[in-house]
């Protein structure tokens, strides 16, 4: 089996993080650019950047409730080798496929998948909490 792994020099793009993960959690750039007082221009322009100054990465990691290591190391790339390179591999007796998978995990998959759910549930509560304020304000 032959691995893929990110070029060395592959620098990770920490604006296009920034961008997956508010997707993910399902917030739009006008409330994330309320959060930092910023327009949603602003949010969209920071999108496009591959680095992004460490206090700003610090602020918007506490809104989006993710590490900044998530941002400033993800690298969909090298995530995407690293999922083709175990999971399409159907020969089962690989020694590399049997160290990668763990047959008696000590977690439930489905548990942290339902508890991923549940905080990107709470965190579409807060926001809307937020946005029910802004419009109350106006």
Do not use: W
Request: proline share 4%; net charge negative; hydrophobic share 40%.
């Amino acid at each position: 089996m032959t691995t893929h792994t990110a070029m060395p020099n592959h620098k990770v793009h920490e604006g296009r993080n920034i961008k997956r993960f508010r997707e993910m959690l399902g917030i739009k750039q006008d409330a994330l650019a309320a959060d930092l007082d910023m327009s949603q221009q602003s949010i969209s322009l920071l999108e496009q950047k591959e680095t992004i100054d460490t206090p700003l990465l610090q602020q918007i990691s506490a809104i989006l409730k993710i590490p900044v290591e998530a941002i400033q190391h993800f690298d969909e790339e090298a995530a995407i080798n690293v999922i083709s390179n175990t999971f399409n591999n159907h020969d089962h007796s690989s020694p590399q496929f049997a160290s990668v998978i763990n047959n008696s995990p000590t977690f439930n998959p489905l548990d942290k998948m339902v508890e991923l759910y549940e905080r990107m549930l709470q965190q579409q509560r807060e926001m809307i909490d937020k946005l029910e304020k802004l419009i109350e304000k106006k």
